[in-house]
């Protein structure tokens, strides 16, 4: 994983910004870590964007028991950035559960002024998983955008103890039938125990449990501690751990594909269901393979978190996602290998 100075930038300049224009797409929210996004812009791309357009969610949860509290963050980070960024942002205002309708008002803006195809470059820092689903099937299908550009910002710290409750559990991706004698449950594994445990209630009954453990992170042992006691629930379903570099999504891909999937290849009656719990990029890889192979996608929804959720930034992680065509019939998304990764610049 090449780590790119601030000098290398022209490196991030030619990947991201070239052929097609390039439509920037940042969400704004309570974590201070999504004016990380319009930091870079700002003072890395300032050339690059002058005359692109520049678009954010503007996300709040109604339903949330902290909503005012994150409405007053949002706002305030609302105010930072019209004051400190010079930048022309046009806003969708929506709510949590909304990924449908948002994104496809954000598109039907885009396509109603470029005729000619362009390409995304979208911010995944507080973009809820559910949007990021949401851009990856449309995606799929445009005509007119070829490559889209990850961007994700790690937060200094996480609000301690980290409160997330009032968990919605759906899936997000119906994927192919679940009516197989054996269903196996594919998790990478995250702080909250709770969104295990109700996910895996959600698809019951299941004949196996294949844990991902985000590795190596300072976090792994408290992962592995808080998911404990839940998976000791369903021990006799629990197999072989998988230990995955936490920003490494081609990797969990490539995992996914030959040392998961692969052994099932000739069984009849197996049905999977991903469970993205862990960092987003390791959800992006699983949206990835499961837009790809059309298989279930299981997510237990938070709608309450304790603001503020995080602090600051620190590092920053670009990846590419691009369209091949297979048979000349099926589009398959492809995260491109290399991933860039960088400090803020000061």
């Known amino acids: 994983m090449p780590f790119i100075q601030i000098r290398d930038m022209d490196k991030i300049k030619n990947i991201v ?17 999504c004016l990380a996004f319009f930091d870079v812009i ?75 195809g362009y390409n995304l470059f979208v911010d995944l820092s507080t973009l809820p998983r559910r949007f990021l689903l949401e851009i990856l099937k ?4 445009s005509k007119k955008t ?37 269903r196996i449950a594919i998790v990478s594994l995250g702080l909250n125990d709770t969104q295990l445990k109700i996910c895996i209630e959600h698809i019951e009954p299941i004949s196996s449990i294949i844990p991902i453990v ?3 992170s300072t976090i792994v042992h408290e992962v592995l501690y808080r998911n404990d006691r839940h998976l000791k629930r369903w021990i006799d379903k629990v197999r072989e751990f998988k230990y995955v570099h936490p920003y490494n999504p081609s990797l969990l891909v490539e995992i996914l594909e030959k040392d998961i999937i692969k052994p099932y290849t000739n069984i009849k009656n197996v049905s999977f269901s991903l469970i993205p719990l862990s960092t987003k990029v390791q959800a992006l890889a699983m949206f990835v393979y499961g837009i790809n192979n059309n298989i279930n996608i299981v997510y237990a929804q938070p709608r309450t978190y304790k603001v503020p959720y995080s602090y600051g930034y620190n590092k920053f992680f670009i990846y590419q996602i691009s369209k091949d065509s297979i048979g000349g019939a099926s589009t398959w998304l492809k995260i491109d290998s290399g991933i860039l990764t960088g400090k803020f610049p000061k």
């Open 17 to 33: 910004f070239k052929e097609k224009p390039v439509i920037i797409v940042g969400s704004i929210s309570y974590e201070e870590r």
């Open 42 to 116: 700002k003072k890395l791309f300032s050339q690059e964007v002058k005359n692109q357009d520049i678009y954010a969610f503007k996300i709040i949860d109604d339903e949330s028991q902290y909503r005012d509290q994150a409405r007053e963050f949002t706002e305030r980070n609302f105010r930072k950035l019209v004051e400190n960024y010079t930048l022309d942002i046009k806003t969708i205002n929506c709510g949590l559960m909304e990924e449908e309708r948002s994104v496809k008002d954000l598109l039907d803006k885009i396509n109603s002024q470029y005729d000619e």
């Open 138 to 141: 449309k995606f799929r299908l």
């Open 146 to 182: 070829e490559k889209i550009t990850i961007f994700y910002s790690t937060p200094v710290s996480y609000q301690q103890p980290l409160l997330v409750r009032d968990l919605v559990v759906q899936d997000l991706l119906q994927g192919r039938s679940l009516g197989g004698s054996e």
């Open 214 to 216: 985000p590795f190596p």
